[in-house]
């Protein structure tokens, strides 16, 4: 038995690693060369015995800014004694800075992802031992396996992502307590449920969505222990197991995180300050200055509960969607454990509070935010296929032979792994094709995809380091690539009166890169793109997502520059 367990393990392994680590650093996402220099910031920090430094604003990316803080120790150490002191993460002096050095930004992103990739991987192997309590080791593989190779969730888990780091860790929390108060209140369960819950913490002050979770288990678990003994012995008792949970995550918490070590109020402030004025009052601490209650207000809607569930229909495989109702129908058979069933209740419970913590907010809300429903709702649908399984295997003898089981794991871990090598490398960027039927559009995620293709056709013109490229989405996802000269195209730019600037970076470029979604930006982005009255030299289609357009500056025609010289 321990040697099929430790097969399962090596399997879980190389499924949550193979996938993740191929062609890891064939492409950037519009945010990462941000928390490059956010990361940065902090590994300096670190270095100065700054240590109340470490703070970036509500996420507060603790964990993100540690991975790169690991990159900057492998490759780049002596970063934090040069004395350049803190970047302005806004402005464009981090990557030249790295250059200047000798160092790749883009090594230096590969690295992070890197150490990203093993944390992810590590998480797996956690929710897969928390998952054996529940069903066993098998079918805790298949789940694992299931909810791994998810296309949204593996596609985002292998670049800095803060919400793929949520998600995980939020499961574990989850599964951890479970464990502890439905089979055995066995020490390590509640430590990792714990610990698991003040990483969520330590990524993004949005996984605070997790705690009336926590409270709905404990209270379930008050009225079943009094239905044995008094209520009052049931509630001092669970009272005190919420208490050991809190100290054990305040804990973790605290030694995580160095600026806690001397600046624990300004840590909190800070994370927690900006959170609640940026989802009440649209905007971060630094703009509101303060917070205002009285004009809190949730009545806006900023993301709508339909954005969202419109979101997790999309982006959820076939195979999810017929998981979901496996488990819909599980709920009803009588054979399926009472403790199964409620842990079906806060995995739903959970990812519906992530829908509705964005939906409520007034600040910025991408999909990718609800990233703890996603994985809610796979690892809901991956228990519905091993209830599937399981009840073949005691309908029909046939089902209990070894090669049948293995047959039908591998095939339903096949179909997924094909949905998401679908979009390959990108993979986030499926679309689920039922949903595409129906709803007559896809959902194009615009994270810079493509970019780094416009760059290695444009590496292959003649004298390439001489060129200058005008380009959307410049940093990073273009610019880590090219060999020449990159001009970011900001469409904040086309705000300026006459837009004077924006002709003068044309002019001092060979190329100019965009691509869908630049154009609907602004109205001057718009008339932009309109103005250019000429054929791209060539296009580059993205699946599911959007479609570049590279063209030759020296080809505009006059009339472009006579539009916005008016």
Sequence with gaps: MQFRKTILVLLLLALTLIPRLAALDSFVTIDEPFWLSVGANYYYALGQRELENTVYEYHPAVTTMSEITAAFLVDFPEYRGLGQGYFDVDKEQFDPFLIAHG???MHLLYLSRLFQVALIALFALIIFYLLTVFIGAEKAFLAVALISSAPYFLGHSRVLSHEALVAF?????ILGLAAYLEFERKGMYLFISAVSAA???????????MFPVVGLMLVLAVFAQARRTSFKT???????ILGLWLIQLAFAYFILWPGMWVAPGKMLYEVYGNAFSYAFQGARL?????LQPATFSLATLHGTLEKFISQIFIKETPLAWLGLILAGVACFQSSVSP?????????????ALFILLFSLAQGRNSPHYIMASHVSMDLIAALGWCGLLGWAEMKWETANRL???????????????????????????????IAEKLLGASYASDYGEGFEQAALYLNQKPDAEALTVFAFRGRGPFSYFFKGKTILLNPLFMEEPQMGSVLERIRQSDYLVINDAFAPRTPNTQRFVDALGIAPERSIVIKDVSTLRIYRVADLPASFYELFSE
Excluded: C, W
Aim: hydrophobic share 45%; no cysteine; charged share 10%.
């Design 169 to 173: 860790f939020t499961i574990a929390s």
């Design 339 to 351: 403790k199964l069933k409620r842990l079906f209740l806060y995995l739903l419970v959970n990812a």
């Design 234 to 240: 049931a509630l001092l008792e669970h009272l005190k």
């Design 286 to 290: 630094q703009v509101t200055h303060e």
């Design 403 to 433: 090669s049948v089981r293995v047959s039908g794991v591998a095939l339903l871990i096949l179909f997924q792994i094909f949905s998401a090598m679908s979009n390959y490398p990108y993979y986030y960027t499926y679309n689920n094709p």
């Design 199 to 209: 990483l969520a913490q330590l990524t993004k002050s949005s996984a605070m969505a």
């Design 103 to 105: 160092h790749d930004p």
